[in-house]
């Protein structure tokens, strides 16, 4: 192969033109309506690249971007990547103080930024030294130093691909900072290809003619392949939805025209549409298929979405270090409650304390080997080393292993603590508390008690109309029945809601930092 063709750009945009699909819808607004084929996308990700070229944006420079989900924002991606420009997709969802943060740890050169966000990064921008243009992608009165996107690419040349290795870096993804602040997890050009190849054609199984939604967004790892690589990859159809995915914005979308095929979510939002859709018997939708990620589905959600959409729900395991799932249930082939088994193309392992490979039945870190595998972090050395071992990444998961080979959630490393020397799993009590009828959302963490030992603390969301009437007597009796004597929780506090991330992952840092 030509070098020039490992330029992820190339296979993701160039090879539908090359195939006669040019005319192919690649992306719809779900808001506005406006739809991009792939000969234009193709066109207009190249103006963008000569607009990078022209303002002095070399290869190898990092370019934020800071945007709401958009045809703009694929343009841009796709830009950045056929300039030689390491793309650097930032969270949205974030505060002015860790954008401070990011774009001075990246050294960006240059920052798109939808207008709509330009008020929270504003302040940041003033003291910092790398940014040499800003770019503002939408309508908004622009001051001195800022430049409008049409103004950025009008009379652009349209610059080709340019030639790369397959290791060459190709974007940037923070960590969402679950635990802490973000770190740059650095991927080079042939990690795309090797997601779509796997998870998507060999789990997913997209086709043309398939139109996906994710709930996920663009500057998630997750939302990256569900929304951008896995659809190009077979010249399929994305909507992009650039607000908040409520479970009404979600049903106006799969009742939308044209309606989504696949459906990409994350546990708590499939939580919160059962609520939602509770009193529908049958709800509208044409989707053959959903998946989720971003935290172990509960098994209690997976079982009431299968009977009331009629469409299973594929839960799996991924982490930006690895870029998308590699662990995953199969259609036709889905145990609810498990994370099911490796996806074609990733070895998995189960190691204890000393790295000794664990049984059948015993919980152990899941370390995972495959072609999609970052480079590292950037400047964190020590955090690299301890994650990326040789072939094998460490997943700071906790799992075990059935005996049908199925591998079974139990907590993230830092998560998991001992009752009476056994070791409890949080996910395992959480999804019993979740088969209670009056609670809505669970967390456990470790509590220290008055003998200074530890012992699980829940904390809960309660279900509309729920009753309190001898309330915590009957949770503890419930997860005993369940689960056990020794995993039920000591302490049960109700909150509002739960702490998350914006990928809806439950920061039970902050949960343990008050129990």
């Known amino acids: 192969m030509p070098k020039s063709d490992h330029n992820a750009a190339h296979y993701f945009i160039e090879t539908h033109l090359e195939a ?16 991009i084929s792939y000969s234009t996308l193709s066109a207009n990700s190249s103006k963008v690249a000569g607009a990078l070229t022209r303002a002095g944006i070399k290869r190898e420079e990092r370019a934020a971007i800071l945007m709401l989900d958009s045809i703009d924002y694929v343009e841009v991606f ?18 002015g103080a860790v954008y401070d943060t990011i774009l001075s740890d990246s050294r960006a050169s240059c920052l798109f930024v939808s207008a709509a966000l330009l008020q929270v990064v504003e302040p940041v921008l003033a003291k910092n030294d790398h940014i040499r243009k800003v770019i503002v992608v939408g309508d908004h009165p622009l001051e001195d130093g800022f430049e409008s996107y049409q103004t950025f690419t009008k009379g652009a040349p ?38 779509s190849d796997t998870y998507g054609a060999k789990i997913l199984g997209l086709v043309q003619n398939d139109i996906v939604f994710s709930a996920a967004k663009l500057f998630f790892a997750y939302g990256l392949g569900n929304a951008m690589t896995f659809p190009m990859a077979v010249g399929a159809t994305t909507i992009l939805f650039d607000g908040r995915p409520t479970p009404t914005a979600v049903m ?21 549409m059962l609520v939602h859709c509770d009193s529908t018997e049958q709800p509208a939708h044409q989707l053959r298929l959903c998946i989720s990620a971003g935290e172990a589905l509960p098994e209690e959600i997976g079982k009431k979405w299968e009977q009331k959409f009629g469409t299973e729900i594929l839960d799996g395991v991924g982490s930006t270090e690895m870029l998308h799932i590699f662990l995953s249930n199969r259609p036709g082939d889905v145990v609810y409650g498990t994370s099911g088994v490796a996806v074609p193309g990733y070895e998995l392992r189960l190691v204890d304390e ?59 490393t ?74 039920y929780p000591r ?9 998350k991330t914006a990928t809806g992952k439950i920061q039970r840092f902050k949960l343990r930092a008050q129990s």
């Open 20 to 35: 006669g699909r040019g005319e192919a819808i690649a992306f719809i607004e779900a808001a506005s309506g406006k739809r």
């Open 78 to 95: 796709w830009g950045c990547l056929k300039a030689g420009v390491i793309a650097v997709p930032i969270n949205t969802l974030l505060a």
């Open 158 to 195: 349209e610059q080709a691909a340019v030639a790369v290795s397959p290791d060459e870096t190709a974007f940037w993804l923070y960590s969402s900072g679950s635990t802490g602040q973000p770190k740059g997890v650095r991927h080079v050009h042939s990690s795309l290809k090797a997601t």
């Open 252 to 272: 106006e979308i799969f009742t939308g025209d044209p309606a989504p095929t696949i459906f990409c979510g994350v546990p708590t939002l499939f939580g919160a």
């Open 354 to 412: 000393v790295n000794k490979d664990v049984g059948v039945g015993e919980i152990g870190e899941l370390l995972v080997c495959g072609d999609s595998a970052a480079e590292g972090y950037w400047n964190q050395r020590a955090k690299s080393r301890a994650t990326f071992e040789g072939r094998w990444t460490r997943t700071g998961d906790k799992y075990e292993i059935n005996a049908e080979g199925r591998y079974i959630y139990c907590g993230r």
């Open 414 to 487: 830092d998560d998991m603590f001992k009752v009476s020397g056994i070791w409890v799993s949080p996910f395992e009590v959480e999804q019993a508390l979740l088969t209670h009828p009056a609670i809505l959302e669970a967390a456990v963490v470790a509590a220290i008690d008055d003998e200074k030992l530890l012992k699980p603390k829940a904390y809960i969301v309660l279900q509309e109309r729920a009753n309190s009437d001898g309330l915590e007597d009957s949770i503890k009796a419930h997860v005993k029945d369940q689960v056990g004597k020794w995993k």
């Open 491 to 499: 302490w049960i506090e109700v909150m509002e809601e739960l702490p």
